[in-house]
């Protein structure tokens, strides 16, 4: 269930749809080192990229994916999901 409404930096809300149209670019980062993955996560969140999408390479996916979910300002996806247990 995906939500309808996000809280930005600015802490106006919008719309998913809104989000999406406002970034022209979603970056899909593959990278099997954990520290090497939140920094490029970082980086580019720094960037203003607020929606990233992180491969499921490695379990370090899995931990940086849950370390970013704690961000309110952020949308994250995860990639290469290819069954029901990564999901």
């Known amino acids: ?14 719309s998913l ?9 979603i970056p899909v980062i593959r990278q099997q ?13 720094d960037a203003g990229l607020m929606i990233l ?3 499921l390479m490695s379990e370090s996916a899995y931990k ?11 949308i994250l996806a995860a990639g290469t999901v290819l069954n029901a247990d990564q999901a």
């Not at 269930?1 to 919008?14: A, E, N, Q, V, W």
């Not at 749809?17 to 670019?25: A, D, G, H, I, R």
């Not at 080192?33 to 969140?45: A, I």
């Open 64 to 74: 940086v994916i849950q370390k970013l979910s704690q961000r309110a300002d952020l």
């Open 17 to 25: 749809e809104q989000q999406l149209q406002s970034q022209f670019v």
């Open 33 to 45: 080192d954990e520290q090497t993955l939140l920094s490029l996560c970082e980086s580019l969140t």
């Open 1 to 14: 269930h995906l939500p309808t409404s996000i809280r930005t930096k600015g802490d106006c809300s919008m």
């Open 53 to 55: 999408e992180v491969t």
